[in-house]
C-alpha cells in the first residue's frame, strides 16, 4: 500500500510516500528565507507558495519513490490545525488528486503526524512511551499507549516552547525563525552567567508556561542596552554582543530545564521507561544533550526524530495515515473517506485526537 502525505500547514511544503511504513521518498521546501524579511511567517505569502511548489514536489516524490500516480492507494493530507489558506492549499491538492484517481483522500491532525514522527526513526521507539510534543505553535506531554491512544498529561498554557525561543529571539534581533538563531548565539554565551525564571518548574502539575520568560529577557534587554548607552561606539557593539550571547544562553537553559524537568516528572508518574521527543524544538542540541544525560541514569531510553522530520514534513502525515489504517482506525472503504466535498480545521481542537488525564 502506498501513501502519498501532503503538509501545509505553515510556511513549509512537504509531500512523501510510504509504503507499509517505509519511507519511500520525501521533498520539502522551506519558505525560511521567504518570511524572513517580515520577522513571522505572512499567512497569504505562504498559501501562495504553497501553490507553487506543491506539485513539482509531488512530482519530483514519485520520480524518486519510482511509482506512478495511480500506484497510490490514498492521499493523505495535514486538515488542521494551522493557517486557512495554507491548509486549504494542501487539502484542495490532496482532495482533487484523490478525486481525479478515484482513491480516497484522509485528512490528518498535524500534531498526530509529529507525535508519530519519532518512528520515522532507527530503531524505532516501542509503544507505550511519552512523548514531548515541542513546536512553534504547540507544547504538550502526551502519554501514548498506541496509535490513536493520546491521553494529554499536561500543556503550555500561554506561549509553546517554539514561540518562546521565536519571540526571545527578536527581542535580541535574531533573525526569523529565531529558534536554530537563538540556539547558535547561546554557544558562545555562558548561561550560568544570568539569572532567569523557570515558569511553573514546581507546579506540581505536567502543564507549562512561557510568557513570563518572554517578559524576563525583554527587561533584561531593555537594561543592558541602557547600559551599553554609556559605553563608546566601538566597545558597545562587543559589550552586547557578549551580553546577548550569555542572554540567548540563560534563555536557552531556561527553557530546556522546564521541558526536561516536565518530562521526567511524566515519566515517574507513568511509570513508563520511553521517552520521545517530536516538533521543531526538538532540534535543539541543548535539549538533546541535557535530556540524553538525564535519562541514562535512570535507564529511560529517548527517542528523536531524524533533524530532518522534527519541523514539518509530509512524511509525519504519510506515515500516521499509513498507522491508522493499519491500526484498523481508517477503513479506506468507508464514505467518509471519499474524495470530494472536504473541509478543513485551522482550530482542529487535540481533545479530538486524544483523551485529558483526570
Ligand atoms: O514543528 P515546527 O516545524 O512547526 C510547528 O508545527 O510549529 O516547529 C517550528 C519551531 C519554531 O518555533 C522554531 O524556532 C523551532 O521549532 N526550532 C527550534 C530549533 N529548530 C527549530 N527551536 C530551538 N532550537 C532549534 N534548533
Ligand atoms: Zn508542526
Avoid at 504553497?50 to 514519485?62: C, E, G, S, T
Avoid at 520515522?120 to 512553534?136: D, E, H, T
Avoid at 544562553?249 to 516528572?265: P, W
Amino acid at each position: 500500500m502506498y501513501i502519498l502525505g501532503i503538509e501545509t500547514s505553515c510556511d513549509e511544503t512537504g509531500v512523501a510516500v510510504v509504503s507499509s511504513k517505509a519511507l519511500l521518498a520525501h521533498a520539502l521546501y522551506s519558505q525560511v528565507d521567504m518570511h524572513q524579511a517580515y520577522g513571522g511567517v505572512v499567512p497569504e505569502l505562504a498559501s501562495r507558495d504553497h501553490i507553487q511548489r506543491i506539485v513539482p514536489l509531488a512530482q519530483q516524490v514519485l520520480k524518486d519513490a519510482g511509482l506512478g500516480l495511480e500506484q497510490i492507494n490514498a492521499v493523505a493530507y495535514t486538515a488542521g490545525p494551522g493557517l486557512a489558506g495554507a491548509l486549504l492549499v494542501g487539502a484542495s491538492v490532496a482532495q482533487a488528486l484523490a478525486f481525479g484517481l478515484g482513491k480516497p483522500a484522509l485528512a490528518i491532525h498535524h500534531l498526530e503526524g509529529h507525535l508519530l514522527s519519532p518512528l520515522l526513526s532507527s530503531p524505532r521507539p516501542n509503544f507505550p512511551f511519552i512523548a514531548l510534543l515541542v513546536s512553534g505553535g504547540h507544547t504538550q506531554l502526551m502519554q501514548v499507549q498506541g496509535v490513536g491512544q493520546y491521553t494529554l498529561l499536561g500543556e503550555t498554557l500561554d506561549d509553546a516552547a517554539g514561540e518562546a525561543f521565536d519571540k526571545t529571539a527578536k527581542l535580541l534581533g535574531l533573525p526569523y525563525p529565531g529558534g536554530p538563531a537563538l540556539a547558535s548565539l547561546a554557544e558562545k554565551g555562558d548561561a550560568k552567567k544570568i539569572k532567569l525564571p523557570r515558569p511553573m518548574l514546581n507546579s506540581g502539575n505536567l502543564d507549562f508556561s512561557f510568557s513570563g520568560l518572554k517578559t524576563a529577557v525583554l527587561t533584561r534587554s531593555r537594561a543592558l542596552k541602557e547600559l551599553a548607552e554609556n559605553l563608546a561606539e566601538e566597545e558597545k557593539t562587543t559589550f552586547l554582543a557578549h551580553q546577548y550571547a550569555d542572554l540567548a544562553a540563560a534563555t536557552q537553559a531556561a527553557i530546556v530545564e522546564v521541558l526536561v524537568s516536565k518530562s521526567l516528572a511524566a515519566l515517574a508518574s507513568t511509570g513508563l521507561k520511553t521517552l520521545v521527543v517530536a516538533g521543531g524544538v526538538g532540534a535543539n542540541l541543548h535539549l538533546r544533550q541535557t535530556l540524553n544525560s538525564a535519562l541514562d541514569k535512570l535507564g529511560i531510553q529517548v527517542f528523536y526524530p531524524p533533524l530532518e522530520f522534527c519541523t514539518d514534513n509530509g512524511a509525519m502525515i504519510a506515515l500516521a495515515a499509513c498507522l491508522r489504517i493499519e491500526a484498523g482506525l481508517i477503513d479506506l472503504n468507508q464514505a467518509e473517506f471519499k474524495a470530494g466535498a472536504f473541509s478543513i480545521k485551522p482550530r482542529w481542537p487535540l481533545t479530538s485526537i486524544c483523551t485529558l488525564r483526570t
